[in-house]
């Protein structure tokens, strides 16, 4: 089978890791594998044997951004009809909303079988904070290139989301988690790492506002647990100054341990007492699975997005409402009474398992 991925470059995202996770394991099992990057920026190794292309776009016309869709189409076309002199793709998966758009209007993929990867909530990204017209003409303009697609979302939630808060209808619609080298991961996590000696809790996430680490900071403070909190991740200096600020507000400044942001976080997970999660949305929560492959349990916000299909059963006690009094709540009673991790309900998040599911769009 000869499949390619499309996406907007690869800087250090969670949609990115996916896309080379699935890309590693078709080659691992003898397909041809093609990755069209829309932009020059790569922040991961690739994989042994990736057909990589970066379609750049060096057009600098001052009304460069009034044509840039139509123009960058044609440019990816250029690039798929020189790829396939010698066999079509048989499956094509677009990846990112701006990558979306442009693969969208691909005269050259029009009769191939392409699929339209959805990584996060897109009201959440894309309505939160609108009304009125602007909110009705973003809507107008996610269904243009949703409408009557084939959609594949990470999450139940989300493919719902697209469906109820866009009105648009896909051709098809199918739920693929997010794939996981179990054994890979489980090895990483060996790494030497200067992780803290004793018990912490960890959380692992960029410095954005929808990961509300401010919610985060407070709970932990509600909670009167005295190990430390350790936050990886980076983001704009002011907004962890904010963080910095509010730790000693909340008397808790000397137990919140800001530790940047680690290439592999994943000794740290492994370490820690637990993991919590604050945002407001997660398409999926790949930090969650990773934490539950460790053995680490969880505590996350009940937010929109993929979490709840994660923890359930006895992990969903782990999930606590949109407050920082209810997260504290749940923190305390994960840390003191943690619930027992089986490890073969996680077995469905293993890239062999997630890759068989993407094999099978060939065929749908």
Known sequence: MRILFVIDGLPGGGAEKVVLTLAEQFLRQGEQVSLFSLRDVCDYPLPEGLDYQVIVDRCRKPWRKLTEISRRARQLDDAVIEAEKHKPFDLVLSNLHKTDRIVARSRALRKRNVWFCLHGVFSTSYLGHRTGFDRWMKQQKIKRVYQGRNVVSVSDAVGRDLVEQFTLCPAQLKTIYNP??????????DDVSDRPDGDYLIHVGR???????????????????????VLLGQGKPEQEQRLHQLAQQQQVGDRVLFKGFQKNPLPWIKGARMLVLSSDSE??????????????????????????????GELSRGLAELNSTALAQTMQ????????????????????????????????
């Open 180 to 189: 996981f080298d179990i054994s890979a991961l489980r090895a990483a996590a």
């Open 207 to 229: 410095f954005h506002p929808g990961k509300r680490h401010d919610r985060l900071i407070e709970a932990y403070a509600q909670s009167g647990i005295k190990a430390p909190l």
């Open 283 to 312: 398409g999926f929560g790949n930090v969650i699975v990773e934490a539950l492959l460790l053995n680490t349990p969880v505590a996350s916000t009940r937010c929109p997005g993929g979490v709840t299909e994660i923890l359930t």
């Open 333 to 364: 009673s994960i840390y003191h009474n943690p619930p027992v991790i089986d490890p073969a309900s996680l077995e469905k998040f293993s890239v062999e398992s997630i890759c068989q599911q993407y094999r099978q769009l060939r065929s749908v």
